[in-house]
Nanobody, 123 residues
Framework: QVQLVESGGGLVQAGGSLRLSCSAS????????MGWFRQAPGKEREFVAAISSRAGSTNHADSVKGRFTISRDNAKNTVYLQMNSLKPEDTAVYYC????????????????WGQGTQVTVSS
């Protein structure tokens, strides 16, 4: 059974930084693409960033490009989201997602999800 556990969320002032972590188990991490999504109150869940299984490809939403960076450590079965220059509009629950992907590409859909971690950015 796939388990994804997010950590690192919290309350931060605008302009500050946070690093989210997602620890994965129950899957072959090195053969899984990983992603971060977020959902703000009253809004639909949206894509934030994704990384292919061997980190050959990354993708970031336009709203976070230049501020957020996704990375992974396959030896630790962990994916990270470094968030800098945070804005109040980044406030949301952030979810980690995984999808088995034999090729080093980012899939269109993710099948496994974590419980989420709250990020709140105050103005």
């Amino acid at each position: 059974q796939v388990q994804l556990v997010e950590s690192g969320g919290g309350l931060v002032q605008a302009g500050g930084s946070l690093r989210l972590s997602c620890s994965a188990s129950g899957l072959t991490f090195s053969l899984s693409a990983m992603g971060w999504f977020r959902q703000a109150p009253g809004k639909e869940r949206e894509f934030v960033a994704a990384i292919s299984s061997r980190a050959g490809s990354t993708n970031h939403a336009d709203s976070v490009k230049g501020r957020f960076t996704i990375s992974r450590d396959n030896a630790k079965n962990t994916v990270y989201l470094q968030m800098n220059s945070l804005k109040p509009e980044d406030t949301a629950v952030y979810y980690c997602a995984a999808q088995r992907q034999l090729s080093d590409r980012i899939p269109n859909n993710f099948g496994s999800w974590g419980q989420g971690t709250q990020v709140t950015v105050s103005s």
